[in-house]
């Protein structure tokens, strides 16, 4: 895997494609070195343009994988090259598109394949079990890298040069050569790769400054931008998953114990009978052994289930995104090591403890096993109040995450998502632009202004919170120079997304480029560019020396996410576009059902703009969800986690202090049989369970405000230290504890003396 490094906090793990091409040729310790990027391929079939899942990949891919095709021969160096090789452009099909394109014809290499509208041949089928190199994507297709202008088109990765970070390298060692090798290497081609892939002298300069080198890293797993996005998120899932596991282990080694009393005579009398110590541990392991076995079979059965539904978490409504969650040898090594490692731990001290004495003990308190009973009782209140402090961290965790979470949901995203849903246009690869193109979105907004249920449309570029964004700087003809995000959208927007207009108007079709650009600035931008000033009227002015008028100032509105406050952002027309075929958004806000509507867009964008793939219609709801994929994700988890462990702390309060209570029936018998009231009773019985969750709470609170700073970069105006949920969880906490010890409380009050008596 290779990355390169210059000075930022981070590693770079994108490359621009002269980098890569430098890289090709300027190494000696490869055996080969490929590049690829996950690309959806517009493919005309007999029902029409269809998206498809594909991959644009370097000559070198394929043997780099070592893994053999099906059908078929591999892409190689001679179909990389612009145009093709001599025979055209070729391409490689998976097998799940050879069964569902081809119908499994055995002759299907040879055969043409139409994609963006050009001829590719079928070089090759690729079997199932090929994942390519990044294994979050299960690609149908893989065309040559040269391929991106005709594919892409009208964008040009390559050509863009050092502007386009956009593909990711790996690599094969050759035999006998080194990690360490490799980066050395590295090391020295890195500045001649620099000069050699960038004509720019301030780039150069400014690469040189942060000490710009190459350097390759392991990369047997592949390379997942999921991988990094939620390495944070699941490493503290597994401490969740750790801190449950600690949880039940120590509920059950409670439980144990306490049953262990019962067992007094029993193991001394195997005692008296010649049995050794070591034997009677060896039978309470075993004993323990079976119960983490059965545990660990369904944990595994139910593991399966569980895997999907958080893969899907993870994918985040991103169809070409797929996590491999089978089990296989390494998910069953593992769960075999935690049953070992759970016997251990719930068995081992209780096992000791019940065989630790000697036989003449055992016999001289057979009949007064009272203070043996109150010695053996501290451990196992020890153990409840590490249960009780360890499920006081996870509840304290769960409410700081929960309550992140709903103040991001309340923080507004300076629009209103409820109704509004975008329908994506794919306009590519249709032989319309410009004005032509604009003519065409207009008939699209006009047909779906008139379904069922739309109250208004508009279009735009980028889709706020989707993560995606432009920006751009703009100056004041008196030198004030900002960066800006910026967006395209159609008229009727702002009142389309509910975006309070403060001064001025919004964009109307007849906004072209030969009426003057316009420009509406929100809020933030215009304080930025014309504080204490009436912005309408002015210009701004890019670094190409356009000149855009200012007509408007709406409000804030958040731009990629909804954690970050909403940041200066203008507006310009899509009529006034640079691109030649932007493919937009239709924005719709509509009052009623939303599958008409969708039926209705296809129907729509098949007749009037017949050669473009089916238009994709997602929610607002679901863009601001998945712009909170994160915080969603974590606060479920910890929510989870924090309903099991006082589930488990309830039944371990539960049977231990009912366990103790039916030891002491005999007593209570007496106790009551010489004038204890039921109430007296009651309160004896609940002070047990009162001192370990009080004891608990109190080391548990001390625990959690401690453990509380590692989740402070996930809250959103949420203290660590927020009192209210300090005191919640613990209220929480102690109600849980209080549940569970009133019916062994009850019921010791329900004894009846003379019972007890003749029961002893």
Same mark, same amino acid.
């Given at each position: 895997m290779l990355r390169f490094e210059e000075g930022? /906090?981070?590693? @770079?793990?994108?490359?621009?494609?002269?980098?890569?091409?430098?890289?090709?040729?300027?190494?000696?310790?490869?055996?080969?070195?490929?590049?690829y990027n996950a690309d959806t391929m517009q493919v005309k079939g007999e029902a029409g343009s269809e998206n498809v899942p594909g991959m644009l990949v370097s000559g070198q891919f394929f043997s780099a994988l070592e893994t053999p095709p099906l059908l078929g021969r591999y892409l190689t160096p001679e179909d990389d090259q612009p145009g093709g090789s001599a025979a055209g452009l070729a391409v490689v099909i998976s097998e799940s598109f050879w069964e569902t394109w081809f119908n499994r014809a055995p002759d299907v290499v040879g055969r043409k394949l139409m994609?963006?509208?050009?001829?590719?041949?079928?070089?090759? *089928?690729?079997?199932?079990?090929?994942?390519?190199?990044?294994?979050?994507?299960?690609?149908?297709?893989?065309?040559?890298?040269?391929?991106?202008?005709?594919?892409?088109?009208?964008?040009?990765?390559?050509?863009?040069?050092?502007?386009a970070w956009w593909i990711t390298v790996m690599a094969r060692l050759k035999p006998g050569v080194s990690l360490d090798q490799a980066n050395a290497d590295l090391q020295t081609v890195s500045l001649p790769i620099l000069h050699e892939a960038a004509d720019d002298p301030s780039f150069i300069a400014e690469k040189?400054?942060?000490?710009?080198?190459?350097? #390759?890293?392991?990369?047997?797993?592949?390379?997942?931008?999921?991988?990094?996005?939620?390495?944070?998120p699941l490493v503290t899932m597994l401490c969740m998953c750790a801190g449950i596991l600690l949880l039940a282990c120590l509920n059950l080694a409670s439980l144990l114990m306490a049953r262990s009393a019962s067992r007094e005579r029993e193991l001394a009398t195997r005692l008296a009978m010649g049995a050794t110590r070591q034997r009677l541990i060896q039978q309470l392991l075993? @004993?323990?052994?079976?119960?983490?076995?059965?545990?660990?079979?369904?944990?595994?059965?139910?593991?399966?289930?569980?895997?999907?539904?958080?893969?899907?978490?993870?994918?985040?409504?991103?169809?070409?995104?797929?996590?491999?969650?089978?089990?296989?040898?390494?998910?069953?090594?593992?769960?075999?090591?935690? #049953?070992?490692?759970?016997?251990?731990l719930i068995a081992l001290v209780p096992a000791l403890q019940s065989t630790r004495r000697n036989l003449s003990d055992h016999i001289k308190e057979g009949q007064h096993p009272g203070h043996l009973r109150e010695r053996r009782g501290v451990l196992p209140r020890v153990l409840l109040g590490f249960e009780v402090a360890l499920a006081l961290v996870l509840v304290v965790g769960a409410g700081l995450l929960a309550?992140?979470?709903?103040?991001?949901?309340?923080?507004?995203? $300076?629009?209103? /998502?409820?109704?509004?849903?975008?329908?994506?246009?794919?306009?590519?690869?249709?032989?319309?632009?410009?004005d032509a193109l604009m003519q065409l979105y207009e008939q699209l907004g006009n047909e779906l202004s008139h379904q069922p249920g739309v109250k208004s449309v508009s279009f735009e570029f980028i889709v706020p919170l989707s993560h995606r964004g432009w920006n751009a700087s703009y100056s004041t003809p008196a030198g004030g120079k900002h960066l800006i995000y910026m967006n395209s959208v159609g008229p009727n927007y702002f009142e389309t997304m509910r975006i309070p207009f403060y001064a001025g108007r919004g964009f109307t079709w007849s906004d072209t480029n030969t009426s003057g650009l316009k420009i509406i600035l929100n809020e933030s931008a215009a304080k930025q560019f014309f504080p204490g000033q009436n912005p309408l009227g002015h210009q701004l002015v890019n670094p190409r020396r356009m000149s855009f008028l200012v007509i408007g100032v709406v409000a804030?509105?958040?731009?990629?996410?909804?954690?970050?406050?909403?940041?200066?952002? $203008?507006? *310009?027309?899509?009529?006034?576009?640079?691109?030649?075929? /932007?493919?937009?958004?239709?924005?719709?806000?509509?009052?009623?059902?939303?599958?008409p509507l969708a039926a209705a867009a296809r129907s729509i964008a098949a007749r009037l703009a017949p050669s473009i793939p089916a238009p994709v219609m997602t929610t607002m709801d679901e863009v601001v969800n998945n712009s909170l994929s994160t915080e969603r994700m974590m606060a479920l988890l910890t929510v989870f986690f924090a309903a099991c462990a006082l589930l488990v702390t309830a039944i371990g309060l539960y049977g231990t202090l009912a366990?103790?209570?039916?030891?002491?029936?005999?007593?209570?018998?007496?106790?009551?049989?010489? $004038?204890?009231?039921?109430? $007296? *009773?009651?309160?004896?019985?609940?002070?047990?369970?009162?001192?370990? #969750?009080?004891?608990?709470?109190?080391a548990g609170l001390l625990a959690a405000i401690l453990a509380s700073k590692a989740l402070a970069?996930?809250?959103?105006?949420?203290?660590?230290?927020?009192?209210?949920?300090?005191?919640?969880?613990?209220?929480?906490?102690t109600a849980i504890a209080s549940a569970a010890s009133l019916l062994p409380a009850i019921r010791a009050a329900r004894i009846e003396p003379i019972t007890a008596i003749r029961c002893e």
């Open positions: 930022g /906090p981070e590693p @770079e793990y994108d490359f621009c494609t002269p980098f890569f091409r430098s890289l090709e040729v300027r190494h000696e310790v490869f055996s080969d070195i490929f590049a994609i963006a509208n050009q001829p590719f041949t079928v070089v090759s *089928v690729m079997p199932k079990r090929f994942i390519g190199a990044d294994p979050t994507h299960r690609p149908e297709l893989y065309a040559p890298l040269s391929a991106d202008p005709i594919i892409d088109a009208p964008r040009d990765h390559i050509h863009d040069g050092i502007h040189e400054k942060g000490h710009f080198h190459f350097a #390759a890293e392991p990369g047997s797993r592949g390379y997942a931008y999921v991988r990094t996005l939620f390495r944070r075993v @004993e323990s052994l079976l119960i983490a076995i059965l545990g660990t079979v369904a944990g595994t059965a139910a593991a399966p289930a569980v895997s999907h539904f958080f893969a899907a978490i993870l994918a985040n409504g991103e169809s070409s995104v797929q996590l491999d969650v089978a089990t296989d040898w390494r998910v069953l090594g593992f769960a075999a090591l935690i #049953a070992m490692l759970s016997t251990m309550t992140s979470l709903v103040k991001l949901y309340r923080s507004g995203a $300076g629009f209103d /998502p409820k109704g509004l849903v975008n329908i994506a246009f794919s306009m590519d690869k249709q032989q319309l632009q410009g804030d509105a958040k731009y990629r996410d909804i954690r970050t406050p909403a940041p200066a952002a $203008g507006y *310009v027309p899509i009529m006034q576009d640079e691109q030649p075929k /932007p493919s937009l958004k239709a924005v719709v806000r509509i009052d009623g059902p939303q599958a366990y103790a209570t039916a030891r002491r029936t005999s007593e209570i018998g007496i106790r009551m049989a010489l $004038g204890a009231q039921r109430a $007296g *009773v009651v309160a004896l019985v609940f002070r047990e369970n009162a001192i370990v #969750a009080i004891a608990g709470c109190g970069s996930f809250l959103y105006e949420t203290s660590p230290h927020d009192p209210w949920i300090l005191i919640g969880s613990v209220a929480a906490l």
